[in-house]
């Protein structure tokens, strides 16, 4: 195999198969190496965890912390009017327990199932962004969540 490797004409400026071409793969001042090497299996693992690492910090450094103020939209606001929901201490004590929940599992929009009212809130900044209270919620498809609560 060899043989048929250097016996193949290679043009001037071509690349060999042993090295890659300009512009691919990762630039050798990324990976710390000097002109012309070839950044190591080891070498582009550490980098890839390392930059993993600081995005998941920045991920949790912008999720609201657990017990911070739960929101309403002014959408989910008026259809817990229009729907005549009560709202109180309790049902934000509630929402905000499975908010929790759901913050501990990783997840970011859920769909949280309390009696008859259903809310589609976004985990990360604690917000409620809509409500379907009773009959409305019947026969409807709810996109978009990666997580599901069931409260009592």
Known sequence: METLRNSLPVAAGSASASRPLQGEGVAPAATGNTAGEVPSFQQLLEQELALRAVAETAKENTRAPSGARLRLSAHAEQRLRSGGVRWGPSEEARLAAAIDKV??????????????????????????????????????????????VITS
């Open 103 to 148: 913050a501990s599992k990783g997840g970011k929009q859920a769909l949280v199932l309390m009696g008859d009212l259903a809310l589609i809130v976004s985990i990360t900044n604690r917000t409620v962004i809509t409500a379907i209270p009773g009959e409305r919620r019947q026969e409807n498809v709810f996109t978009q969540i990666d997580s599901a």
